[in-house]
């Protein structure tokens, strides 16, 4: 899981407050959910929470077939956090775009948003990986960004969380394909530094610094703001 410790919490439109508690019996009925996963639920999440709605009919946003609608999901944690798994058999079991806000309570009540970027596509939902916020207090939330439609709003929504930059006009599935792309150069960066380590030829050592020159390079354009 990414974490951008500077994403913030986001002040959701009272008039899309949905609020309706559901069982986790709801998502081992509708998701993959094996033994082990199932023990992470009952030993990690005390409820989930249907929060909040956001669809034409509540903020006034057309949606898309991509992006129908967004729901903000609300999970509240038995300890300290809950885990990647488990937000993912959440998401396989609601085909609709997901943002979640991961509550501890501890000594201090604290959340973060977390998501993974999802595709609605006719051969069902896809997802990348998952990208948080850092933990922060719920009063301090900011304004929803300004969009134009429910696609572009969850693009918004997402970005902050992310690891890429997205460009203008790019949808969810772009982003997430170009995450992915990121995600893969970034293991190839980090296979090439270990190669480099260990390399004894000089010759080769030469090569391998241009060839991870170049694609460091690449990384930071990918993932820089600024470039």
Known sequence: MGERPDAGLYRWPER?????????????EHGKVNTALRDRFVGEVQRI???FKLAESTIGLAGSAAVPEIQVFEIECKGNDASDAVLAAIDRAVKLPIIFEVVRRGDRHERRMAAAPKHVGRSGTKSVAYFSSGWQSPDDRHPLPTAIDLPSLYVELLVPLLPVVALPGEDAATVAERVEAARRLQREVTTLERTLRNEPQFNRKVDLRRLL???????????????
């Not at 020159?213 to 703001?225: G, R, Y």
């Open 16 to 28: 899309a407050h949905f609020g309706r508690v559901v069982p986790k019996g709801k998502f081992y």
């Open 49 to 51: 929470t249907w929060a």
């Open 213 to 227: 020159l170049d694609k460091q390079i690449l990384l930071e354009a990918m993932t820089s703001p600024t470039t």
